[in-house]
């Protein structure tokens, strides 16, 4: 079994219980699509903790923001991403300073596995969409309103393609067309030869208005949408109390949008 997570942004009380939820599982392999940082209080006990347990982690655009610059940023995620560059920089550790600065420098914008033991023929990973992995954006809506998006993505991969970014989970099918979780009562099976685009949704900041954190499991023939409970409450206070953070980036977590 493979466990898929996205978008820690930060919220290590997040990214603990979701891990916690996957060793329960007995669940070793876990890939991580980006965005470890961003936005949230505890960036560096949330890239130490999917350092220490994912077999890869992606380059989301919140990373490459801390790492290089950030790119069409509104005004709370700049000052977040540049907060969250002065808390790496400040670790007094020199060892542990550098060894989270080589991660975030070494994240691949695409990763691809075969998978047998989960009846998957192909399986690619990226953080945005196939064409463009760090920022383009696969909305639920473009299934209407930029359907040839969706195709484009469809045209550049052969069999399951993992994806995050947007914080919003589901399935998308080509002709382009796309089921939540609830429609899909959490669990969407596959067949070899079939293409499916899988948005995981987000560990740390999830947008559709579940709360609840939120990651996928991949087992022989199915794809099943995880959501776990962890102290919305306490990150938010987290949030609030870092003057550089945003209130709205506390609220909004309370909401889960
Ligand atoms: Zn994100």
Redesign the pocket.
């Known amino acids: 079994m493979i466990a898929v997570i ?2 820690i ?1 930060s919220n290590m009380a997040a990214i603990e219980a979701v891990l916690a939820d996957i060793r329960r599982r007995g669940i070793t392999r876990i890939f991580c699509l ?2 470890v940082v ?2 949230g209080p505890q960036p560096r006990e949330s890239l130490d903790l999917v350092m220490e347990n994912a077999e890869t982690s992606l380059m ?3 990373d490459y923001a801390v790492l290089y610059e950030p790119n069409k940023f509104n005004a709370g995620a700049e000052a977040a991403c540049y907060w969250t560059r002065q808390q790496l920089e400040d670790e007094p550790d020199a060892q542990r300073r550098a060894a989270r600065w080589s991660f975030l420098g070494s994240m691949p914008v695409k990763h691809v596995i075969e998978a047998p033991e989960v009846g998957a023929d192909e399986i690619v990973f990226v ?1 945005g969409s196939p064409r463009r992995p760090i920022n383009e954006y696969l909305f639920p809506d473009d299934v209407f309103s930029n359907a040839s998006r969706i195709s484009g993505s469809f045209d550049r991969f052969n069999h399951l393609c993992f994806v ?4 919003v989970p589901g399935v998308f099918l080509d002709p382009p067309d796309f089921y939540s979780p609830d429609e899909l009562k959490n669990v969407f099976s596959f067949k070899s030869g079939q293409k499916a685009l899988i948005n995981v949704g ?1 560990v ?2 999830p947008r559709d208005r579940d709360p609840r954190a939120s990651y996928v499991i991949v087992e022989p023939g199915k794809i099943e949408f995880i959501r776990v409970q962890y102290d919305v409450e306490s990150m938010a206070q987290k949030v609030f109390a870092v003057p550089e953070l945003d209130n709205y980036l506390g609220a909004r977590l309370k909401e889960g949008r």
């Open positions: 996205s978008d942004h980006g965005d961003g936005y989301g655009n919140h953080h995050g970014h947007t914080h987000s740390g900041q």
